[in-house]
């Protein structure tokens, strides 16, 4: 992870994580735009809360160790403690799904690429940002749709803050 996020300083503090892996992009979404939606209970063997909902597989792990490098990045290896499967999703797979995964991991590169200035990187987050939104938007759900609108405006949101409304183009 990069350095100066969430993330990284949950593990730093804590060393301990839980894992969700899900198909369900929604869920993915939730968590960045509208956490309020997403429930928790607790896990077995760590403290972090586990995430309610569609999960596929719960991995509880203990951080064995964290190297940082440069450009404000990190690598943190975690040890798997304890796995447990979850309801699954219930999904069938969506190639619009898979996209909205796509664009929010790219959006949430976005802002350490601009601090870091690395204007090639960021040109490639918009293109694939609106590359999953012409996807989703032939294929994808009216939920999905909404999903990924709301990704793009905070993309757009993100670039006009930061006087860069010229790589738009």
């Known amino acids: 992870p990069y350095t100066d996020t969430k993330t ?3 593990l730093k503090e804590l060393g301990e994580a839980v894992i969700t892996l899900s ?5 993915y979404y939730y968590v960045l735009f509208n956490p309020s939606k997403i429930t928790y ?3 077995k063997y760590v403290k972090p809360p586990r995430i309610l909902g569609d999960i596929d597989l ?7 160790s964290i190297v940082a490098y440069q450009d ?3 690598v943190i290896n975690l040890k798997p403690i304890y796995c447990e499967e979850g309801q699954g999703s219930k999904l069938a797979f969506s ?3 898979s996209m909205l995964i796509e664009a929010l991991i790219y959006y949430t590169k976005l802002a350490p690429l601009i601090n870091q200035g690395n204007v090639n990187e960021v040109r490639r987050c918009i293109q694939v940002i609106k590359y999953a939104q012409d996807i989703i938007t032939k294929l994808g759900s ?3 749709k909404e999903a990924v609108k709301r990704v793009v405006d905070e993309m757009l949101r993100i670039l006009r803050e930061r006087g860069l409304d010229n790589m738009l183009l």
Do not use: G, P
């Open 8 to 10: 990284y300083a949950n």
């Open 23 to 27: 198909s369900d992009a929604m869920l």
């Open 41 to 43: 209970s607790s896990s």
């Open 58 to 64: 719960y991995i509880e792990c203990v951080v064995d």
């Open 72 to 74: 404000n990045r990190a």
């Open 95 to 97: 190639r619009a799904n």
């Open 142 to 144: 009216s939920e999905l």
